[in-house]
């Protein structure tokens, strides 16, 4: 299974009403997370193959969950996993998504959530998803800045990644 071209061409086929919100009453579309979210998880799984053992999961709330707690994983529910569900060696992918205008306390809650995911939960890979135009060397630069001094955030553990625009596809940055 090649999750990075799945992802690719996932993110190519969002339309704009889900890239940014029409608000009725405004003239400006907004960015929301979970719409965005929701369309990314049905992109993938009409593209996600029958003959793979890993399922997507969207939001698994692993509160109470025997082996996962402690270090940045009690009451954390990931944006996306892949997974084989009841078999912890079979945790591949975690992925969080934020628009690129998220602040930087939401952005530091998921750099320590996907650092957790890969150190303590057996997580192979984690991808940081930002979506909507702007300017990403700045939003870079932040996300450099929060890591900096800061023990529980791994950005060696992190692809960062980018959907800049409707009709693209996101791209690793």
């Not at 009409?46 to 709330?61: A, H």
């Amino acid at each position: 299974m090649n999750i990075d071209q799945i992802l690719l061409n996932a993110t190519k086929r969002i339309k704009q009403n889900y890239f940014q919100l029409p608000i009725d009453g405004q003239e400006d579309p907004i960015y929301r997370e979970r719409v965005y979210c929701y369309e990314l998880y049905h992109q993938l799984r009409i593209s996600w193959p029958d003959e793979t053992k890993y399922e997507l999961s969207g939001e698994v709330d692993k509160s109470g969950h025997p082996l996962i707690r402690g270090n940045n994983l009690d009451n954390v529910k990931p944006d996306l996993l892949v997974h084989i569900p009841g078999d912890m060696r079979g945790n591949y992918l975690v992925i969080e998504v934020k628009p690129l205008i998220a602040n930087k306390e939401g952005i530091k809650k998921d750099l320590k959530t996907l650092t957790a995911f890969r150190r303590y939960a057996g997580y192979r890979k984690a991808i940081y998803l930002f979506y909507g135009q702007g300017d990403i060397q700045y939003k870079i630069n932040q996300i450099m800045g929060l890591a900096k001094d800061e023990a529980e955030i791994d950005l060696s553990q992190i692809e960062l990644w980018w959907h800049s625009e409707v009709g693209s596809s996101a791209e690793k940055i």
